[in-house]
């Protein structure tokens, strides 16, 4: 199975509403959503689709440097080589793009990873389930999503997945901290039976931090997620010896060696995982293991990747085990996509598509449709 061609496709999906998090308004409601479809062909006419999803509110990657980095380096370094060589081809990716601080251009990554094992699924006639060796399943708990800065739109919303089969709510916190609680206290009052878990997108100061914990200890919090910068593990790591609350680390946990990295220093009790960020289902996977082998718990999430990313992350999910509903949040915000084969919500659970590789089956019409200029 010889790599033929790999096709770049920058697209702007519909959103249902923006969405916003201590950084900044990751997808307007008027403008749409940035993301970019991969399409790797072999030699036998077999293709494999897929996704990464930038914003430059919560990573350096944009989808310009997504794209050029596709078609400027990586589609020229891979064409010829043998798809189903997966360490092969990470080598030469990881070279065409070297490493910083963490894993380089993991989000560009992703795309490529994930076409990769969506192209193998494909010709050995086996779900994506089947090549990691994990149970397919029909469906996946998801986390409702709350992001407002509005107390009555926060009752709402808590209101509805309580009475809606939802298990657990993802809130978004960071902006200020008085205000903060005020929303975390009107969710729980509303949902008093759901797993919290609050997520502050590296909003806060250690001292907000602390200040932020030790009323959640009050309210009843479950997890506390990414409170301080992405590189202040030993931030981390205090905040953890003052307060009760379990500690999960989302953007400082970019690759393995990020993991090993808080696993050494005691930063965190959760791992966030996340297919979009650690370079695809190759990178997650490992991390995921390496944080289930040192006793930390672990939660998925997503970065409102489209039916095929979210698909992709869920199959993942299941074969780590992860048991806590995902944060898996496409379907709360984005209005459509190029998939013909997506699933719907059923009390708190998307239904997965079925079928070899991924399982997703790509809509030409509305790919062209919903395509842009880079």
């Known amino acids: 199975m010889i790599i033929k061609d790999l096709q770049v496709f920058p697209l702007l999906l519909p959103m249902k509403q923006s969405f916003q998090i201590s950084g900044g308004t ?17 030699d036998d006419g077999i293709e494999g689709w897929g996704e990464a999803r930038p914003s430059h509110r919560w990573s350096y990657e944009t989808m310009e440097t997504v794209v050029s980095t596709l078609q400027k380096y990586i589609r020229p370094a891979i064409i010829g080589k043998r798809g189903d060589d997966l360490t092969t081809l990470h080598e030469i990716i990881d070279k065409e793009i070297s490493f910083g601080i963490s894993k380089g251009q993991p989000i560009c990554k992703a795309a490529v990873d994930m076409a990769l094992y969506d192209l193998m699924g494909k010709s050995s006639k086996k779900s994506l389930a089947e090549i990691l060796l994990g149970r397919s399943k029909e469906k996946i708990d998801l986390s409702y999503l709350i992001s407002t800065r509005n107390i009555e739109e ?3 919303k ?3 997945a309580s009475e809606n089969g939802y298990k657990a ?5 960071g902006f200020n901290v008085d205000f903060d609680m005020e929303v975390l206290e009107t969710v729980r009052a509303e949902a008093p039976n759901l797993f919290l878990r609050v997520d502050a997108n590296q909003g806060y100061t250690l001292p907000e931090a602390i200040k932020a914990a030790k009323k959640m200890e009050r309210i009843g919090v479950d997890v506390f997620e990414q409170p301080l910068k992405a590189n202040d593990l030993l931030g981390h790591r205090e905040l953890r010896r003052k307060t009760s609350v379990p500690i999960a680390l989302d953007e400082s946990i970019w690759s393995p060696s990020d993991v090993l990295q808080a696993i050494r220093l ?16 190759t990178g997650a996977k490992l991390a995921g293991e390496i944080s289930k082998e040192a006793n930390l718990g672990l939660l998925g999430g997503g970065l409102t990747e489209s039916s095929l990313g979210l698909t992709s992350s869920a199959h993942l999910f299941n074969y780590l085990g992860i048991t806590l509903p995902s944060d898996l949040n496409g379907p709360f915000f984005l ?3 190029p998939i013909q084969n997506k699933g719907d919500i059923e009390m708190g659970a998307i239904l997965l598509p079925s079928g070899y590789g991924i399982g997703c089956e790509v809509d030409i019409n509305k790919l062209e449709m919903y395509k842009t200029q880079v």
């Open 335 to 337: 209005a459509d996509d």
């Open 26 to 42: 990751v997808g307007d409601g008027n403008q749409g959503a940035p993301h970019v479809y991969v399409k790797i062909i072999s």
């Open 154 to 156: 926060a009752a709402g």
């Open 266 to 281: 005691e930063a965190c009790d959760y791992a966030v995982i996340k297919l979009t960020k650690m370079g695809g289902i």
């Open 169 to 173: 709510v993802d809130v978004k916190i």
């Open 158 to 160: 808590a209101k509805y």
